[in-house]
């Protein structure tokens, strides 16, 4: 089992900047894919981004390609987003998520990942 807690989130103005952080616990996570989601109120969850077990590895949604960076230290089992240029329209409530299974293979199904945090709250004002 693995636990994550995410932090970092908090209220910027639009083309602001934060870094979002997703650490484990139970367990090293060294082996898992790991994944950031976001959900505005009264939407779906949606992928952000997404890193393989090595960090080799990464993919984004078109909407944070450029402004988003996803990134992980396995020495501190904590992965990262690094949001930039901030918009408006990132206001969501941010969830870091953890596959088993291949290492290598990244997704960005919600299905496809067994563990998730609370969520940390991102709020962007214009």
């Known amino acids: 089992q693995v636990q994550l807690v995410e932090s970092g989130g908090g209220l910027v103005q639009a083309g602001g900047s934060l870094r979002l952080s997703c650490a484990a616990s139970?367990?090293?996570?060294?082996?898992?894919?790991t994944g950031w989601f976001r959900q505005a109120p009264g939407k779906e969850r949606e992928f952000v981004a997404a890193?393989?077990?090595?960090?080799?590895?990464?993919t984004y949604a078109d909407s944070v390609k450029g402004r988003f960076t996803i990134s992980r230290d396995n020495a501190k089992n904590t992965v990262y987003l690094q949001l930039n240029n901030l918009k408006p329209e990132d206001t969501a409530v941010y969830y870091c998520?953890?596959?088993?299974?291949?290492?290598?293979?990244?997704?960005?199904?919600?299905?496809?990942?067994?563990?998730w945090g609370q969520g940390t709250q991102v709020t962007v004002s214009s």
């Open positions: 998520a953890a596959r088993e299974g291949s290492e290598r293979y990244i997704s960005s199904l919600t299905s496809e990942y067994a563990y």
């Open positions: 890193i393989s077990a090595s960090g080799r590895s990464v």
């Open positions: 139970g367990r090293t996570f060294n082996r898992n894919p």
